[in-house]
């Protein structure tokens, strides 16, 4: 019974799926060039977003530097073409490494330190970074970034840069899926349910967490190559803190507890930027009082809201309760409450 | 020797307003466990009121009052924003509340810009705090020994709190363990608000202190966060003698490396922090996360 309708429910979120790339495939034939870009920096921005939440909602471990590897893709394809005129092709398969080897790298350092104090090495690690990016000029161009014909000519026609952005971003996020659905990313999820436990069974939790950051920061760096797709340049604000704040919020806006939450989170944000700029000239002020709201009425995001809007309805017609199960099982892993949360519930009122 | 003397005064005079606003972000931290990205907003409400009270002035009384009723004023506002917002994501995990606080942040930023508008703004010294003293064969300014004063008494009154008063044991006390605080009839949300209220007050202080030494302008919120992070960090969050040594330490790298090697200074506090943190994973005094 229940895995008949777990069944029915994966099939229907796979429908679902490809719906949504079907309708992005062929969005160029529908949508003016300013509008496609918009989707275009949309779709890069969802891999970084799920990408990161590797670290956030399946490793537990919030990175408030990711920026730096998302900085390090799109400068591996400037900086090689400005210096040694590598080719695009290259480039587009080194940028990833390199930024997996680096986030290996970082990982061994920052993964010693837990929590607070782990979210703000990864800040400085991207902010020593972004300082060093913009003061070495003669090296990486400066405050000004890289500018220059480093893109292949077929990616300069706007609708196959944006074919060729979806077809990467599918791609990267089903190999991100598989690595959720591994045994690897069962045991990150442990690890993030309850440390001391997973390390009782014998987990290595260090080095499971320190794969997680490697895996995150080499998918990361390949969405900063599909940054330099878009924005054909390169800047040093992708490893400010702020950039690294982006895919923070797109996550805990979409849903950091799904698989793709986080890039609906940037499906969402970016429309949402886009009108609040046109219509308000305090911007900021009403793109922080919503997201207040949403945090505070939706903690575990929009794909968490629907999911539990379902489940109210569910309860107002007790008929459609297996769907209601099927609708909960189905759901990516359920919230639990941590260990460290169980202590303040008690008094914060 | 002069010269060795009024650098390391100026880094004094840097890491004064730094602790100060640090202080209040470490102490929020140690008591509520939310690291309140806000504490910046509050720092530059604090100096851009000072601009606003004192005006262009040069005056006396206009800037004691300034120094005076300013951070009475931006602690209300905390005490608000605590009561209204914050009190409702005590029990969620950091994430949440770092992006509350951060969505507050943005709020408070576009508040200031309505308010106080996009251009620098200043506030000149008070005049008896006006001139400089004679340090050898070099010249300090008044207003920067002040700062440094203000600094060392802050710092005073805040151990004399936290170690010599009831408040300052039930501080200490939630910091180790708020449950037994809760069942041994302390009012923990009303401790937890008096204590917001202090780090709001500590931010705006600082803000008022350091108007006169910095440019007021949009972006001092963010600045100010990064650097007071660095500096709680460094010292281990919910330390405030670790705040004061972390501030000591930024200070001092910032002004060497301007000396020094002018175009690698705004690494030096990155790289202080991940050199600590790669020693000493919880910072220098502070206890290792459970």
Known sequence: MATFHKKAARQRALAGVIALIAVLAVAPTLLSTAALLNVQDAIGLALFACATNLLIGYGGLVSFGQGAFYGIGAYTVALAWMHLNTPFWVTLVAAPVIGGVAALAVGL???????????????????????????????????DGVFGPMLPSFLLNPGDAYWFTLAVAVIALLALWQITRSPFGMTLRAIREN????????????????????????????????????????????????????????????????????????????????????SFSDSQLVFGAVLLVIILAAPDGVAGLVGRGRGLLARRWPTLAPARQAVAAARQPARQDSKQDGQHETVAQ | MSHYLITFLS???????????????????????????AHGSFYAFGAFAATTLV??????????????????????????????????????????QLVVTYALFLVFGDFALRLWGSAARSVPVPSVLAGS??????????????????????????????????????????????????????????????????????????????????????????????????????????????????????????????????????????????????????????????
């Open chain 2, 11 to 37: 880094a004094l005079t840097e890491a004064s307003s730094l602790f100060v606003a640090a202080a209040g972000l470490t102490l929020v931290f140690g008591a509520l466990r939310i690291i309140n990205i």
């Open chain 2, 133 to 290: 003293v004679t340090l050898g064969s070099g010249e300090f300014p008044v207003y920067d020994l002040f700062a440094i004063g203000v600094a060392v008494v802050t710092g005073l009154v805040l151990w004399a709190l936290l170690q010599r008063t009831a408040l300052g044991w039930r501080i200490r006390a939630a910091v180790e363990d708020r449950e037994l605080l809760a069942s041994a009839g302390t009012n923990v949300p009303l401790l937890f608000t008096t204590v917001f209220v202090i780090g709001t007050l500590l931010a705006a202080l600082a803000g008022v202190l350091a108007a006169p030494l910095v440019s007021v302008a949009p972006g001092l919120d963010a600045s100010i966060i990064i650097s007071a992070f660095i500096v709680s960090v460094i010292g281990g969050l919910g330390s405030v003698a670790g705040a004061a040594i972390g501030a000591l330490i930024i200070a001092l790298f910032n002004t060497v490396g301007v000396l020094w090697a002018p175009t690698w200074e705004p690494a030096f506090i990155y790289l202080a922090m991940i050199a600590v943190l790669a020693l000493r994973p919880w910072g220098l005094l502070g206890t290792a996360e459970r």
């Open chain 1, 109 to 143: 350092l920052a993964l010693r330190t837990r929590q607070l104090y782990f979210a703000l090495l990864t800040l400085a690690v991207s902010q020593l970074l972004y300082v060093i990016v913009q003061q070495q000029e003669s090296f990486t161009g400066g405050a």
């Open chain 2, 55 to 96: 005006g262009s002035a040069t005056g006396g009384w206009r800037c004691w009052l300034a120094l005076l009723a300013v951070p009475l004023g931006v602690a209300a506002l905390g005490g608000v924003t605590e009561l209204s917002v914050l009190r409702r994501v005590y029990g969620k995990d950091h994430l949440v």
């Open chain 1, 195 to 278: 440390r001391d436990r997973a390390e009782a069974l014998g987990v290595d939790v260090f080095r499971h967490q320190l794969l997680a950051f490697g895996f995150s920061g080499f998918f990361c760096a390949l969405a900063g190559v599909l940054y330099v797709i878009w924005g054909q340049s390169a800047n040093p604000n992708l490893f400010s803190w702020t950039e690294s704040g982006y895919p923070i919020f797109m996550a805990v806006l979409g849903g950091q507890y799904t698989f793709l939450g986080p890039a609906l989170g940037a499906l969402i944000y970016e429309q949402a930027r886009d009108v609040l700029l046109a």
